[in-house]
């Protein structure tokens, strides 16, 4: 196996899971290594194999957010990258757009011009539910990426990371670290995403529920927006208010740019700090060893591909070739690893640029 994530994952339809994404083809038994997810993987389908032979012409609607941050940037480049690779494939994306009521009727112009499946990564999954319930009424089959609708009737196959386990893995990375320090009641940080989203919801559980485990808690929460700018914000605002703290989890890699400039205008660095999703730049700054970044917890972008890759399948009725069934599954949950300075150098190629 010529990645080195597949010694900690096992394959479905070649594909790893285990080791924080689907880094290759949804088909293939022999994945080749990715680059960064910012130049969008490249790697072509493995010749031989019944999937990847050129079928029935389909043609794939595509609907994500604006490009606002790297890890969305990363989901467009890869999805599209996956679509190229297949010369049975036409990929249609409509404009990305935050505007929930945007977002809505360009995913309505792909259901008109009746396409052959769409990929949807919703701004919301409960505002954007009834126009995916529309496409799946309609008999286009829906891969919803990452960002889940709430009916199970609006998709035929969600893919997206474990936010849940991004949370348990930064709580125990942190929780372990404390107590090998001896630590007894630590200052303990949590800076979330948008408070209001399930996903971010569950990272925060998952993240209680770790610490709990240490006898630990949060000791102060607040929420950064997914933006570089709230990431400074917040973070001074958290420094200036606890003189003294032990750890921080921060979310998202692409606001903790924000983030770590705060810590570096304050001067401190009497703890030390978790990401999150796995940026290029986080696991840099870990690699270096230089600062207060010590770890970062998976959500690979990735999973963008896997979704082109799904739809393909579904809208050719084909199932996943390492599964005995005949379908690909209902609901494909990536796990979430731990990258530290140990193990960085495996990872970086799958890292996104922020």
């Given at each position: 196996m010529s990645n080195p994530l597949a010694r900690r994952g096992f394959l479905v339809g070649g594909a790893v899971i285990g080791a924080g994404a689907l880094v290759t083809a949804c088909t293939s038994n022999e994945p080749a290594a990715q680059p960064s997810a910012a130049a969008a993987p490249s790697n072509a389908p493995a010749a031989g194999n019944g999937n990847d032979t050129p079928g029935e012409k389909v043609v794939i609607g595509f609907s994500a957010p604006a490009a606002d941050h790297g890890w969305i940037a990363a989901i467009a480049k890869n999805a599209e990258a996956a679509a190229k690779q297949y010369t049975d494939v036409e990929f249609k994306p409509?404009?990305?757009?935050?505007?929930?009521?945007?977002?809505?009727?360009a995913v309505e112009s792909l259901i008109a011009a009746k396409v052959s499946a769409l990929v949807i990564l919703p701004n919301d999954g409960q505002q954007l539910n009834q126009i995916a319930r529309r496409a799946s009424d309609a008999g286009i089959p829906v891969v919803n990426l990452d960002r889940v609708f709430p009916d199970k009737l609006s998709y035929r196959t969600w893919i997206g990371g474990d936010n849940y386990g991004m949370g348990v893995a930064?709580?125990?990375?942190i929780g372990k670290r404390l107590k090998d320090k001896g630590v007894a009641d630590p200052v303990i940080l949590e800076i979330q995403g948008i408070a209001t989203l399930p996903l971010t919801q569950d990272r925060s559980k998952g993240f209680a529920d770790a610490l709990k485990t240490y006898g630990f808690s949060v000791t102060a929460q607040q929420d950064a927006q997914f933006t570089v700018e709230s990431g400074t914000e917040v973070a001074g605002n958290l420094l200036q208010a606890h003189k003294k703290i032990d750890a921080i989890w921060n979310h998202d890699d692409d606001q903790g740019i924000g983030v770590l400039?705060?810590?570096?205008?304050?001067?401190?660095?009497?703890?030390?700090?978790v990401g999150g999703a796995g940026s290029a730049n986080a696991m840099r700054d870990i690699q270096a060893g230089t600062g207060v970044l010590e770890a970062t917890v998976t959500y690979s972008p990735t999973m963008a591909s896997s979704a082109v890759r799904l739809a393909r399948l579904i809208a050719q009725g084909k199932g996943m070739s390492d599964l005995v069934e005949n379908e690909v599954p209902q609901s494909i949950t990536l796990a979430s690893e731990t990258i530290t300075k140990e193990n960085v150098a495996e990872y970086l190629p799958l890292g996104f640029e922020s």
């Open positions: 409509v404009e990305p757009t935050n505007d929930i009521n945007a977002q809505i009727s930064a709580g125990h990375y400039a705060a810590i570096k205008e304050a001067g401190r660095n009497e703890f030390f700090m």
